[in-house]
């Protein structure tokens, strides 16, 4: 016998096929027998089927005579079922008398088919699913700072949560603001720091090698001692200059004033991450303070 | 029927026996078939209001709801189930050849013996078929339901039902021919 799985391949095929169960089965009309005994000499395929879906059939003989009923399966069945099961939950009186008393209704945990039902839904795909839920939603509700455990009714309402979030939104944004703020402040500075160089005309003359020097941290507050124009030289003399700073003076007396103030300025905005070393830092106040 | 206790004792004596040969051919495993055939009676019971005779009879209205719990448990239990292999069944059989045995429809002094191994043989073949086409074989070649009926129970077409009957027949036929070969 050929191994092969049927398919039919023409439209012939597919309606020879239905009427192949007729013919098994003795039920093929007259008028459709010389249309299936055609195709079943023309077909190899579908003749092959015939062979096959006929061992069949007899094969299935084998199972006609019904199977053994276990014994005590009707009793089982008719005292799980029935108007006689609820019988069984009458009280029988001294007197005679029946009480009867309702079915004690089973709770749903110890309903039969319960397990199945769990196992059926215990899939690890499913409890992947929702695990990941599970996380997904507590990520984000920590991140939003809702707490479960202090979360009540009254918060739930669209003008509650609608207040929460415009909170919400306002703590994050307000550093963000606050940064653009220290910009623009700094931004404005240095335009009138410019404004002033300009018009003071102080920067138009010999501060091309000076002005690479410009100290890169300055302490806050320095801003405040800003030299006479024209009298810069008399400045630079410190009174006590350690000795492993002597190198200070040199360079000191060919700084812009203007210079000074700003970057004086620009260094309260950025504190401690200049990159500028601490030498030179102590440097430019002692200059200043003397 | 309503708190007809002997009626409803009536039907279930009537109708057991059948059931639990339909959830017995279906699962090939008694146990099975017996929990089953209390599920389906205790289904039956509790939606005996919803049966109108108007939309079949009550057999077929019975057997719908055995094969839809059945279904039901094939899903169920689809990845605890473990085929047994059928060469044990025909190594058991070793006087003659299940074949031979039955195209030489012969005598023997073991028929009857014979008999049972080949129909244990041939209901772990039909587990293995598949399951849309081994319910409509069960139901057409071991209920004896026409293709009116066994359409009305699987709702699906007469001829969509006849085509299964065919198929299912001889992928029955082509296991226990692969089997044998095996075997041989």
Redesign the interface.
Same mark, same amino acid.
């Given at each position: 016998m050929t191994e092969r799985n049927f398919n039919p391949n023409s439209p012939a095929c597919g309606q020879w096929e239905v009427l192949l169960a007729d013919s098994l089965d003795g039920l093929l009309k007259p008028e459709d027998e010389a249309i299936f005994n055609a195709h079943l000499v023309a077909c190899p395929a579908c003749s092959a089927l015939y062979e096959e879906a006929r061992r069949g059939r007899e094969w299935m003989e084998f199972l006609s005579p019904e199977p053994e009923v276990p014994a005590g399966l009707l009793d089982k069945i008719l005292a799980n079922t029935g108007p006689g099961h609820e019988a069984g939950y009458r009280l029988a009186t001294a007197g005679g008398n029946v009480i009867p008393i309702r079915p004690v209704s089973i709770p749903a945990w110890q309903r039969p088919g319960l397990v199945a039902r769990v196992q059926r839904y215990a899939e690890p795909r499913l409890l992947m699913t929702a695990a990941m839920a599970f996380f997904s939603i507590t990520m984000t509700l920590n991140i939003t700072g809702v707490r479960l455990s202090s979360l009540r009714l009254s918060d739930l309402r669209p003008s509650t949560m609608r207040s929460y979030m415009e909170r919400q939104l306002t703590m994050a944004s307000t550093p963000f603001i606050r940064y653009y703020d220290n910009s623009r402040l700094a931004y404005e500075v240095q335009t009138t720091m410019r404004e002033l160089r300009q018009t003071t005309g102080v920067g138009e003359q010999g501060e091309g090698e000076d002005n690479r020097q410009k100290p890169q941290n300055l302490a806050p507050g320095e801003s405040k001692q800003i030299p006479v124009p024209g009298n810069r030289g008399q400045q630079t003399d410190p009174p006590q200059q350690p000795d492993s700073l002597a190198a200070g003076p040199a360079v000191l007396p060919a700084i812009n004033y203007s210079d000074f103030l700003e970057t004086s300025l620009i260094s309260q905005l950025r504190p401690a991450h200049s990159g500028g070393s601490r030498r030179e830092s102590w440097e430019r106040s002692t200059v200043w303070i003397a | 029927m309503d708190?007809? %206790?002997s009626a409803?004792?009536e039907l279930? #004596?009537a109708q057991?026996?059948?059931v @639990?040969?339909l959830c017995?051919?279906f699962t090939g495993n008694?146990t099975d078939?017996?929990d089953l055939?209390?599920?389906v009676? *205790?289904k &039956? @019971?509790s939606n005996l209001a919803s049966f109108d005779t108007n939309r079949g009879s009550l057999q077929v209205w019975i057997t719908t709801m055995t094969r839809n719990l059945l279904v039901d448990h094939f #899903?169920?239990t689809k990845k605890q189930r473990v085929t047994s292999s059928l060469d044990d069944g025909w190594e058991s059989a070793e006087e003659l050849k299940p074949i031979d045995r +039955?195209t030489s429809r012969s005598v023997s002094p073991h028929e009857s013996a014979a %008999?049972n191994e +080949? /129909?244990k043989m041939?209901?772990e073949? *039909?587990a293995r078929v598949p399951v849309d086409l081994r319910e409509a074989?069960i139901l057409?070649? *071991?209920q004896d339901m026409d @293709?009116k009926e066994i359409a009305c129970v699987l709702g699906i077409p007469e001829?969509t039902?006849?085509?299964r &009957?065919? #198929?299912? #027949?001889?992928?029955? /036929?082509?296991l +226990?021919?692969?089997n044998r070969r095996e075997v041989m």
């Open positions: - | 708190g007809d %206790s409803w004792t279930v #004596r057991h026996r059948r @639990y040969g017995y051919r008694p078939a017996e055939t209390q599920d009676f *205790l &039956i @019971y #899903r169920r +039955l %008999s +080949l /129909a041939v209901q073949a *039909l074989v057409r070649d *071991l @293709y001829g039902v006849k085509s &009957i065919s #198929r299912g #027949r001889a992928e029955l /036929a082509r +226990l021919e692969r």
